[in-house]
């Protein structure tokens, strides 16, 4: 590998565990920018989707439900834009909700797998019905949400730096292996 490369790997994973620490400790912020992110990212799905739908409705059937879709998703891209602070503000919600669900299918599963002999299946239905109550506690108290939520992501952005700079690390020490070998198959 380069060096600039590994110089830009790990400027890379020093600002990403960087922004992860600024995640956790603006949690507004993150809300706000996660509903831009959304915004952006849906108006330009609908719009390459609308492109993609352009360039292949004489191959493909269904053009024109791929054509609505399209126009939907860059409506709601715009939308989602446009009313970023509405959407910041129900992101907490719509993690409760999801986490609500997310623990009831898991609940309901490990029912399946107690079925079919699993022996920890029970675990499965504590996780579950620790999710349910971890999300009624985040709907009834949303900025406890919005803290968890941008604490997350947080997190999940410096588990990303930090693999970055493990990565660095991992390339040197590969690097001066093969250098080592290099040196003792020419001896």
């Known amino acids: 590998m380069s060096k600039a490369s590994k110089i830009w790997l790990g400027i890379a994973g020093c600002l990403l565990v960087i922004l992860g620490i600024v995640c956790i400790t603006r949690p507004a912020g993150t809300l706000f920018a996660t509903a ?3 915004g952006c990212f849906t108006l330009f799905s609908g719009m390459f989707k609308l492109i993609f739908t352009f360039r292949t409705e004489r191959f493909l059937p269904n053009s024109g439900s791929r054509m609505l879709s399209a126009i939907l998703q860059i409506l709601l891209g715009i939308f989602f834009l446009a009313f970023s ?13 999801w986490v609500m669900v997310e623990g ?3 609940a ?7 079925r079919v002999g699993f022996p920890y299946w029970w675990v499965m239905l504590l ?8 999300s ?9 949400s919005a803290v968890t939520l ?11 730096g930090v693999s970055y700079l ?7 020490k590969f690097e001066k292996q093969v250098e080592a070998f290099k040196t003792a198959i020419q001896q």
């Open 36 to 38: 831009w992110l959304i």
């Open 85 to 97: 602070g509405a959407l910041a503000a129900s992101l907490p919600i719509i993690f409760a909700i």
């Open 104 to 106: 009831i299918i898991i």
């Open 108 to 114: 309901v599963q490990s029912f399946d797998y107690k």
């Open 127 to 134: 996780l579950g019905i620790g999710a349910v109550i971890l």
């Open 136 to 144: 009624i506690f985040f709907v009834r108290n949303p900025v406890d």
């Open 150 to 160: 941008s604490s997350l992501i947080g997190i999940g952005i410096i588990a990303l």
């Open 166 to 172: 493990v990565a660095l690390v991992g390339i040197k």
